[in-house]
């Protein structure tokens, strides 16, 4: 079963806007991370933030995290026709002695020119 | 490139088949992560293997098995095959077995006729 809903389903802007993504989760976690598929081809690793973090940039990306809300959003700034995929966060839970990694249900993004 | 590679890219079987999926991590990982992505599951994590040893089991079912080498690759294999079981596959490696990104193969694509 799916940890968490992403919010919206699918986003269609022009290049140079920015997107926002929402995540929201069920249940406690150790870290957050938000991954990239372009179309049936294997996941990118974005960027990953901890529990006891708030927020973190990578590059155009922004990503927040709010554990009170269990929600985090992802915001790509200035976007290109490249950034163009599906976007995915997932919650990783300890689990003994191993890491399960839990994914949302994905936000497709469309960038058109 | 994540330097994850899977093999084959495209498997095409009966009901009631089995199958060998394979993946080599990431040199220096030593865990490995199996996935499912289909249209009505979503990403859900199977297993893992940390240097040869199973750490976290998922939503894996009974005819479905994994195990890791000693040079650490890892094979999924898919029996009595259903109509249901038709997904990209995707492997993911990580040098630790806990809280780290994850870096994902280009995945198995695998249709049951």
């Known amino acids: 079963s799916q940890q968490g809903e992403e919010d919206p389903q699918a986003l269609s802007i022009q290049e140079g806007e920015n997107a926002t993504m929402n995540c929201s989760y069920k249940?406690?976690?150790?870290?957050l991370q938000w991954y990239r598929q372009n179309s049936g081809r294997g996941l990118v690793h974005l960027i990953l933030?901890?529990?006891?973090?708030r927020e973190k940039h990578s590059g155009r990306l922004r990503v927040t995290l709010d554990t009170s809300k269990k929600s985090s959003s992802l915001l790509i700034t200035a976007s290109r026709a490249a950034d163009t995929a599906s976007y995915f966060c997932?919650?990783?839970?300890?689990?003994?002695?191993?890491?399960?990694?839990?994914f949302g249900t994905g936000t497709q993004l469309k960038v058109e020119l | 490139d994540s330097g994850v590679t899977q093999t084959p890219k495209h498997l095409i079987t009966a009901t009631g088949q089995r199958v060998t999926l394979r993946c080599s991590p990431r040199?220096?990982?030593?865990?490995v992560y199996w996935y499912q992505q289909s249209l009505d599951q979503g990403l859900q994590f199977l297993i893992q293997?940390?240097?040869?040893?199973?750490?976290a089991k998922g939503n894996i079912l009974e005819r479905f098995s994994a195990q890791q080498f000693p040079d650490l690759h890892s094979e999924l294999n898919l029996s009595s095959l259903e109509l249901g079981d038709s997904a990209l596959y995707f492997c993911?490696?990580?040098?630790?077995?806990?809280?780290?990104?994850?870096?994902f193969g280009p995945g198995t694509r695998l249709t049951v006729l």
């Open positions: 993911a490696s990580s040098f630790g077995p806990t809280y780290n990104e994850q870096f």
């Open positions: 293997y940390y240097n040869g040893e199973e750490r």
């Open positions: 997932a919650t990783d839970k300890l689990t003994g002695g191993g890491n399960k990694l839990t």
């Open positions: 249940t406690s976690i150790n870290n």
């Open positions: 040199s220096g990982d030593l865990s």
């Open positions: 933030i901890r529990s006891n973090e």
